[in-house]
């Protein structure tokens, strides 16, 4: 089971992306996604939260900008970042804790994706 994120790149000011985080393999259930993003220099910042279940948190800092969702069908959580700001810039991370078929957790991590806001 992997973890595949995608859908960084470069975006101006106020503008939209959308990050993806799939899920690869079988045999399991998602506990809950998150999206974390990192800057040199910086603490790593917990962006948004879903449980299996389509609860959610943010971050305050992307509240009301950002929005987490999820696919089951597809086993792939995507970020919809809106009204972009400099400060988003950073390099985004996905991780999942997810059930195996022995109703053990199991935590991944994935690759990250640049995301650069920048006129």
């Known amino acids: 089971v992997q973890l595949q994120a995608s859908g960084g790149g470069l975006v101006q000011p106020g503008g939209s992306l959308r990050l993806s985080c799939a899920v690869s393999?079988?045999?399991?259930?998602?506990?809950?996604m998150d999206w974390y993003r990192q800057t040199p220099g910086k603490q790593r910042e917990l962006v948004a939260h879903?449980?299996?279940?389509?609860?959610?948190n943010y971050a305050d800092s992307v509240k009301g900008r950002f929005t987490i969702s999820s696919d089951n069908a597809r086993n792939t959580v995507y970020l919809q970042m809106n009204s972009l700001k400099p400060e988003d810039t950073a390099v985004y991370y996905c991780?999942?804790?997810?059930?195996?078929?022995?109703?053990?957790?199991?935590?991944?991590g994935g690759q990250g994706t640049l995301v650069t806001v920048s006129s």
């Open positions: 991780s999942a804790v997810l059930f195996n078929q022995m109703g053990d957790p199991v935590a991944l």
């Open positions: 879903i449980t299996g279940r389509g609860i959610t």
């Open positions: 393999g079988s045999g399991f259930r998602i506990n809950y």
